[in-house]
């Protein structure tokens, strides 16, 4: 009877161990994109996951595919930036066309989308589910309110200048939106006001080279990575200094880290603005698909810079 109890209270450890460890994987999204990569890819304006020990792609949207007004299909062209958020289960997305949109991947419903002026870049989640975008022949940061019931038609929406805006990020610890232009670093203050949002600049930094491009939290580390013209920086935030990250690789379209800083992979074009082929800094390919126009790549991995831990989709009505 007693080695009959103990293998029973084995089996249920066993069976309790089994559905622990699902139940975490399920609430942690990102689990299961381990190894995988979410795209911009413009050859078929789409927005792919792809899984780099496969080579394949597993995941992918376009807005011919959903619920996108054909008469917007066109906003939807190029796409620009693509960022894997809310817990693993969404995608945030821009297009050069002029979109930004909110993607679920389970059912690849798209929860919302507007028009963000010329050009637009990249976007980010706010706080309280409301969503910035910086368009970079527009000149301009946009922040929407994201009411999943109205958009595309009538969306409450409000611009503010940034010359050559390319890039912006949330910063959870500060309470401050970051973003490079042309020549310098800035921060802003957002008001957390639904129907009219305010961004008030706080302070900015110069570097020394133009164009900046791609602005994106480094995994571990209060610190931010970003490419301009001819270079790639380690941005310290908390110091306000930028460190060369030393590289033969220029005009750096992503840049994102795994883990801790670790293993960064970069998007360079190899045709006019795009390419088939991510790498490493080192020039080793992570990741070839012939036939695309990746213009960014980002590891797929919880981002606690930007976002508190179980973050979950906030909607404005």
Same mark, same amino acid.
């Given at each position: 009877?007693?080695?009959? $109890?103990? *293998?029973?209270? $084995?089996?249920?450890?066993?069976?309790? !161990? =089994?559905?622990?460890?699902?139940?975490?994987?399920?609430?942690?999204?990102?689990?299961?994109?381990?190894?995988?990569?979410?795209?911009?890819? /413009?050859? /078929?304006? /789409?927005?792919?996951?792809?899984?780099?020990?496969? @080579?394949?792609?597993?995941?992918?949207?376009?807005? &011919? +595919?959903?619920?996108?007004?054909?008469?917007?299909?066109?906003?939807?062209?190029?796409?620009?930036?693509?960022?894997?958020?809310?817990?693993?289960?969404?995608?945030?997305?821009?297009?050069?066309?002029?979109?930004?949109?909110?993607?679920?991947?389970? +059912?690849?419903?798209?929860?919302?989308?507007?028009?963000? @002026?010329? #050009?637009?870049?990249?976007?980010? !989640?706010?706080?309280?589910? #409301?969503?910035?975008?910086?368009?970079?022949?527009?000149?301009?940061?946009?922040?929407?309110?994201?009411?999943?019931?109205?958009?595309?038609? *009538?969306?409450?929406?409000?611009?503010?200048?940034?010359?050559?805006?390319?890039?912006?990020?949330?910063?959870?610890?500060?309470?401050?939106?970051?973003?490079?232009?042309?020549?310098?670093? *800035?921060?802003?203050?957002?008001?957390?006001? #639904?129907? &009219?949002?305010? %961004?008030?600049?706080?302070?900015? =930094?110069?570097?020394?080279?133009?164009?900046?491009? +791609?602005?994106?939290?480094?995994?571990?580390?209060?610190?931010?990575?970003?490419?301009? /013209?001819?270079?790639?920086?380690?941005?310290?935030?908390?110091?306000?200094?930028?460190?060369?990250?030393? $590289?033969?690789?220029?005009?750096?379209?992503?840049?994102?880290?795994?883990? #801790?800083?670790?293993?960064?992979?970069?998007?360079?074009?190899?045709?006019?603005?795009?390419?088939?082929?991510?790498?490493?800094?080192?020039?080793?390919?992570? =990741?070839?698909?012939?036939? %695309?126009?990746?213009?960014?790549?980002?590891?797929?991995?919880?981002?606690?810079? $930007?976002?508190?831990?179980?973050?979950?989709?906030?909607?404005?009505?």
């Amino acid at each position: 009877m007693i080695i009959s $109890s103990m *293998r029973f209270n $084995s089996i249920l450890m066993i069976i309790f !161990l =089994l559905i622990f460890s699902k139940s975490t994987v399920y609430a942690n999204g990102y689990e299961k994109y381990r190894h995988c990569v979410v795209m911009a890819e /413009q050859s /078929q304006n /789409q927005i792919a996951i792809a899984n780099i020990k496969t @080579g394949r792609i597993i995941w992918n949207w376009k807005p &011919t +595919d959903s619920s996108v007004a054909p008469e917007h299909y066109a906003w939807f062209t190029n796409p620009s930036d693509a960022k894997v958020v809310y817990g693993g289960k969404y995608v945030l997305m821009s297009a050069s066309g002029g979109a930004c949109a909110l993607i679920r991947i389970a +059912d690849k419903k798209i929860m919302f989308y507007a028009k963000a @002026g010329k #050009n637009p870049h990249s976007a980010e !989640l706010l706080p309280d589910g #409301n969503i910035i975008c910086a368009a970079s022949t527009g000149n301009c940061l946009t922040v929407f309110k994201t009411d999943t019931i109205s958009f595309p038609d *009538r969306v409450i929406q409000r611009s503010f200048y940034c010359d050559f805006a390319h890039n912006v990020v949330w910063d959870k610890k500060r309470a401050l939106v970051w973003t490079a232009d042309q020549n310098k670093i *800035r921060s802003f203050k957002y008001s957390f006001s #639904n129907d &009219t949002p305010e %961004l008030q600049l706080i302070d900015s =930094l110069k570097f020394e080279d133009e164009s900046g491009h +791609d602005l994106f939290p480094i995994p571990g580390q209060d610190a931010l990575f970003f490419t301009s /013209q001819n270079k790639t920086w380690n941005f310290n935030i908390q110091k306000k200094v930028l460190k060369e990250i030393k $590289s033969e690789y220029h005009s750096i379209k992503s840049i994102s880290a795994e883990s #801790n800083g670790k293993t960064p992979i970069i998007s360079i074009p190899k045709e006019q603005w795009w390419t088939d082929e991510i790498i490493d800094m080192k020039g080793n390919s992570i =990741l070839q698909i012939p036939g %695309l126009k990746i213009y960014k790549a980002r590891w797929i991995v919880e981002n606690s810079f $930007s976002y508190p831990d179980g973050n979950q989709i906030k909607v404005c009505h």
